[in-house]
T-cell receptor, first 116, second 108 residues
């Protein structure tokens, strides 16, 4: 099946520990994204990457880090510097379809991180 | 900041059409309007998008006003499984900026 996979679905960590969330896509999409969602809220952009070995900060990058060594993979590390890490984390990937800028973006199923 | 405004919640009877409005008065000429929905604790699901013309696919129809300052997503025959949060977004350069969406409740 083609798509975006995130693992695990649920993740528990102790306060002060770094944790890395996995995101893999086999859609051959160029760009990948990480969003955070808090209860009752919309999605907020953490980081995004348009090509391999390049990434940009989104609106709430503090306390997070990413890498993009392969086109298919965009792992997110939640560091101990992130003050409120408990949230639902969503990965997405996208591709521009034509010169008119038509575009598709798909999301993974998400990882719910709970820091105890 | 999100560039779209949606009502926080709406109800719809099963089998009836659900019309979800969205205001995007500051839209620029080359920005597309996208709609996604999110069922609880899942990733958002793409529904439809458009630039100027009305669009229809197997899931929904998108009606964009002539001045492009607002749009309406239409689910022609809502079912209980359509209960979700619906997000109207503008594609801002290479990012989608999400607001808080409309929580649609379909009731029997």
């Amino acid at each position: 099946d083609g798509g975006i996979t995130q693992s695990p679905k649920y993740l528990f960590r102790k306060e002060g520990q770094n944790v890395t969330l996995s995101c893999e896509q086999n859609l051959n999409h160029d760009a990948m994204y990480w969003y955070r969602q808090d209860p009752g809220q919309g999605l907020r952009l953490i980081y995004y990457s348009q090509i391999v070995n390049d990434f940009q900060k989104g609106d709430i990058a503090e306390g997070y880090s990413v890498s993009r060594e392969k086109k298919e993979s965009f792992p997110l590390t939640v560091t101990s510097a992130q003050k409120n890490p408990t949230a639902f984390y969503l990965c997405a990937s996208s591709i521009v379809l034509n010169l008119q800028g038509d575009y598709e973006q798909f999301f993974g199923p998400g990882t719910r991180l709970t820091v105890l | 900041d999100a560039k779209t405004t949606q009502p926080p919640s709406m109800d719809c009877a099963e089998g009836r059409a659900a019309n979800l409005p969205c205001n995007h008065s500051t839209i620029s000429g080359n920005e597309y309007v996208y709609w996604y929905r999110q069922i609880h604790s899942q990733g958002p699901q793409y529904i439809i998008h458009g630039l100027k013309n009305n669009e229809t696919n197997e899931m929904a129809s998108l009606i964009i006003t002539e001045d492009r300052k607002s749009s309406t997503l239409i689910l022609p025959h809502a079912t209980l499984r359509d209960t979700a949060v619906y997000y109207c977004l503008l594609r801002f350069t290479d990012k989608l900026i999400f607001g808080t969406g409309t929580r649609l409740q379909v009731f029997p």
